[in-house]
């Protein structure tokens, strides 16, 4: 009976362990890059917003990285408003933010992941 026992308890004990892990090490799904690409040329900033420093540009037909999606300022450009900002990584290091009126695709750039 006290074997019994004590594997229940062993059992217990390591499913907790696993669920601690989980949490631990983070359950999410790490984000999957995604290749953007734009259709104009457009600057990119610090942040997501037009005041933000201007860090680089993207060019047309340039693909780029884009690791995630947020809404920021809205933009109005070439006949297009969208509140939606894509991070990209750049070639320097860090991370920059473009309006997705530059980019090819949905209103996201077709970047899934939000940040």
């Known amino acids: 009976m006290a ?10 004990g390591g499913a907790s362990a696993a669920l601690l892990s989980a949490t631990l090490l983070g359950a999410a799904p790490a ?3 995604t290749a953007v690409v734009a259709w104009t040329h457009g600057d990119v900033h610090a942040g997501p917003a ?4 201007v860090v680089s540009f993207v060019n047309p037909n340039y ?7 947020l809404e920021g300022d809205l933009v109005n ?8 900002w894509v991070r ?10 473009v309006s ?6 949905n209103d996201k ?3 899934p992941n939000h940040c």
Do not use: F, P, Q
């Not at 074997?3 to 217990?12: D, E, F, G, K, Y």
């Not at 693909?63 to 999606?69: A, D, N, R």
């Not at 997705?100 to 695709?105: D, E, P, Q, T």
């Open 77 to 84: 450009d070439h006949g297009i408003s969208n509140r939606n």
């Open 50 to 53: 037009r005041g933000e420093r």
């Open 109 to 111: 750039g077709n970047v």
């Open 88 to 97: 990209l990584k750049l070639n320097s290091g860090g991370t920059g933010y």
């Open 31 to 33: 984000l999957a890059d």
């Open 63 to 69: 693909s780029y990285t884009g690791e995630c999606w």
């Open 3 to 12: 074997s019994m026992t004590t594997r229940r308890a062993l059992a217990l």
């Open 100 to 105: 997705a009126v530059y980019l090819k695709g």
